[in-house]
């Protein structure tokens, strides 16, 4: 059960580390639907990497475990974005 409660923690702070609106990036000549369907591509990408180890200690020893879960989901969703040649929006 805590494996579970840990597990939909990490999904849920992963899921507000991606912007998935389509405004957060841009590219010259992409039209919404095209970054969209890019951002969608990239999160898919970044989810089949994995959430790494899973310590199950719990407590508030996984709140920086969570952290850098979020960072490197962040790093990897970014790094795709680039490589597809978007620009993060100022």
Do not use: H, N
Not at 18 to 34: H, I, R, V, Y
Not at 42 to 54: P, V
Not at 76 to 83: I, K, L, Q, V
Request: contains cysteine; hydrophobic residues 50%.
């Amino acid at each position: 059960m805590r494996l579970v409660l840990v597990g939909a923690a990490a999904v849920v702070l992963a899921g507000c580390a991606l912007d998935l609106s389509g405004t957060a990036w841009k590219k010259p000549d992409a039209m919404f639907t095209q970054v969209t369907a890019a951002e969608i591509e990239c999160a898919r990408q970044t989810y089949e990497i994995g959430y790494g180890l899973d310590l199950v200690v719990g407590g508030l020893l996984d709140v920086p475990r969570l952290a850098l879960t979020e960072a490197r989901v962040r790093s990897a969703f970014d790094g795709c974005m680039t490589r597809a040649g978007y620009a993060r929006v100022q």
